[in-house]
């Protein structure tokens, strides 16, 4: 079977966004040629354009409308271009190119036309600027396609990380540790390891206090509402463990005794996912790839996304890794080929 398109979505088209795009289908070319991959890139042309002719000058991206029938690789259009975008440089135009983007893969995802959504980074700010009031890209798409309860994971090799709470106050977080955010978080998790070919996935949940709490004397979230929640989930036929000290939950999950982490805030689970990710060059003291992916679980369309921002201070130079897009890349045909199979047996 043909597989539908993935919907590349440019992000902030100020950012590398442009430059990771034209790289990765550069290496992808080969799949690409053979039919077995298709995408669909969505964003500025200009930006794109400037992009492919610096980097990937012989790649043919053919401008395509949205109701048309697409060559395996082609590019969408996301709106009319305005004043100049410059690499670089932070602009409430940008921004505007970063939401139409997303919007228009969401509304392809919906009627069908694409199987998932790859997201390239946008800058929070210029969305803002723009007029689009959301936190990221994860409160953008649960808007767009109605839904209250999404939930980020994180992925790079076998560290998997869901989070009950992300872009929060620390303060906020205790509170919204509730049973029912942790059974959704539990239950997503489950769901999309299974989507990734794991079939008795072990889930592993970190506890929100030092030392789960030490018996009450460092909070008694861990007592009173976490280790309850694992039991009826456990009860219920999953296999959870927890709540596991926060300091040593993510040792286990890469000696592979868990096959993901249920974090309960933010810096939690992206901190040791992200310092596994990033690919320091010693020489210099500066990063030069990063490996990760970002999942949006609780979507009725398959979102996947690069694991690192617009980064402006390079955003222009050439130097960008497409290493993260290609793996959200792949992520997403794992997904999107689970989730037709799925329905297919279903059916």
């Known amino acids: 079977m043909t597989p539908r398109h993935l919907a590349i979505t440019m992000g902030d088209p100020a950012g590398i966004g442009p430059e990771i795009i034209v790289k990765a289908c550069r290496a992808l070319q080969g799949r690409i040629a053979a039919g077995t991959?298709?995408?669909?890139?969505?964003?500025s042309g200009v930006a794109l354009e400037r992009a492919r002719l610096a980097l990937v000058p012989e790649l043919a991206l053919p401008e395509v409308a949205a109701d048309a029938d697409w060559p395996a690789l082609s590019f969408l259009q996301a709106g009319p271009e305005g004043a100049p975008i410059a690499p670089g440089v932070l602009s409430a135009d940008a921004g505007r190119f970063a939401y139409l983007a997303v919007e228009?893969?969401?509304?392809?995802?919906?009627?069908?036309?694409?199987?998932?959504?790859?997201?390239?980074?946008?800058?929070?700010e210029a969305l803002n600027k723009a007029g689009y009031h959301y936190a990221g890209h994860t409160e953008m798409l649960a808007e767009l396609t109605g839904v209250k309860g999404s939930v980020m994971l994180l992925a790079h090799g076998n560290m998997r990380v869901s989070h009950v709470t992300t872009h929060c106050a620390l303060e906020d977080v205790p509170k919204r540790v509730t049973p029912q955010r942790i059974r959704l978080v539990l239950d997503?998790?489950?769901?999309?390891?299974?989507?990734?070919?794991?079939?008795?996935?072990?889930?592993?949940?970190?506890?929100?206090?030092?030392?789960?709490?030490e018996g009450g004397l460092f909070g008694r979230q861990d007592i009173d509402v976490v280790a309850p929640t694992i039991a009826q989930?456990?009860?219920?036929?999953?296999?959870?463990?927890?709540?596991?000290?926060?300091?040593?939950?993510?040792?286990?999950?890469?000696?592979?005794?868990?096959?993901?982490?249920?974090?309960?805030?933010?810096?939690?689970?992206?901190?040791?996912?992200?310092?596994?990710?990033?690919?320091?060059?010693?020489?210099?003291?500066?990063?030069?790839?990063?490996?990760?992916?970002?999942?949006?679980?609780?979507?009725?369309?398959?979102?996947?996304?690069?694991?690192?921002?617009?980064a402006f201070d390079i955003a222009g130079k050439g130097i960008a890794s497409e290493r993260s897009l290609i793996e959200a890349i792949e992520y997403a045909e794992l997904l999107a080929a689970h989730r037709v199979t799925g329905t297919e047996a279903a059916a």
């Open 37 to 43: 991959l298709r995408l669909l890139v969505i964003g």
């Open 104 to 124: 228009h893969g969401v509304r392809l995802a919906q009627a069908g036309r694409v199987g998932a959504i790859v997201t390239a980074p946008l800058n929070k």
């Open 188 to 213: 997503l998790t489950q769901q999309a390891l299974r989507g990734l070919g794991i079939a008795h996935p072990h889930i592993a949940v970190a506890a929100l206090n030092p030392h789960a709490g």
């Open 233 to 310: 989930a456990v009860a219920d036929g999953m296999h959870v463990s927890g709540p596991v000290p926060g300091d040593t939950v993510f040792v286990k999950l890469r000696a592979g005794q868990f096959d993901a982490v249920v974090a309960m805030y933010h810096d939690q689970g992206h901190i040791p996912v992200k310092l596994l990710g990033f690919h320091v060059d010693p020489a210099t003291g500066k990063w030069d790839a990063l490996s990760g992916v970002n999942i949006t679980l609780g979507l009725p369309v398959i979102r996947t996304s690069v694991d690192h921002g617009t």
